[in-house]
């Protein structure tokens, strides 16, 4: 379940394909925050995953941690150091023997080129904790509009339900 799944027709769900749009005309008066200007083009792309996890309700909930994105750092066989996604298809993948479908997933699905790369483990780490900040407050900013907008139904529900016991008199 995403936090947006209320508001999001069951007929316009994702269904995991690629092909799927977001819905963001379906969530009313909800946006992330722009990206800061140092996140390259090949970071956006892990920022995009996260966040169209989280509209299209493909984030998994367990033990009260949200994952949209997973990042692991993988050197291929150049030895060079990637991020690379190992959260998709709603699973998390994340021990050696998915090592490769992670790879598969990233060289098919996303593209290597489009991908972040360093010249070590170490620098991936830096790396990889400032996007984090990212998908930090994210989730906290979905999280309170989240119950605002929950808040502003059970007000809403409460008018109507004045209005129709007013009406019936």
Same mark, same amino acid.
């Given at each position: !379940?995403?936090?947006?799944?209320? @508001?999001?027709?069951?007929? $316009?769900?994702?269904?995991?394909?690629? %092909?799927? %749009?977001?819905?963001?005309?379906? /969530?009313?008066?909800?946006?992330?925050?722009?990206?800061?200007?140092?996140? $390259?083009?090949?970071?956006? $792309?892990?920022?995009? =995953? =996260?966040?169209? *996890?989280?509209?299209?309700? *493909?984030?998994?909930?367990?033990?009260?941690?949200?994952? $949209?994105? *997973?990042?692991?750092? !993988?050197?291929?066989?150049?030895?060079?150091?990637?991020? @690379? /996604?190992?959260?998709?298809?709603?699973?998390? =993948?994340?021990?050696? &023997?998915? +090592?490769?479908?992670?790879?598969?997933? #990233?060289?098919?699905?996303?593209?290597?080129? #489009? @991908?972040?790369?360093?010249? %070590?483990?170490?620098?991936?780490?830096? +790396?990889?904790?400032?996007? =984090?900040?990212?998908?930090?407050?994210?989730?906290? &900013?979905?999280?309170?509009?989240?119950?605002?907008?929950?808040?502003?139904?059970? /007000?809403?529900?409460?008018? %109507?339900?004045?209005?129709?016991?007013?009406? !019936?008199?």
């Amino acid at each position: !379940m995403g936090p947006f799944d209320d @508001l999001i027709p069951k007929s $316009t769900k994702s269904s995991g394909n690629k %092909s799927d %749009s977001l819905f963001l005309d379906l /969530i009313p008066e909800f946006k992330f925050d722009d990206l800061p200007n140092w996140v $390259t083009p090949q970071e956006k $792309t892990i920022i995009n =995953h =996260h966040r169209d *996890n989280y509209l299209k309700g *493909n984030e998994l909930n367990k033990d009260g941690q949200t994952t $949209t994105v *997973n990042m692991l750092g !993988m050197a291929g066989d150049d030895g060079v150091e990637r991020g @690379l /996604i190992g959260y998709f298809n709603g699973k998390n =993948h994340n021990s050696k &023997k998915d +090592a490769d479908a992670i790879w598969d997933y #990233n060289v098919n699905e996303v593209g290597l080129e #489009n @991908l972040p790369s360093w010249a %070590s483990p170490d620098e991936g780490n830096v +790396a990889a904790q400032r996007l =984090h900040k990212i998908v930090d407050k994210d989730n906290e &900013k979905i999280t309170q509009w989240k119950n605002r907008n929950t808040q502003q139904q059970n /007000i809403d529900s409460r008018r %109507s339900g004045v209005d129709i016991k007013n009406s !019936m008199k």
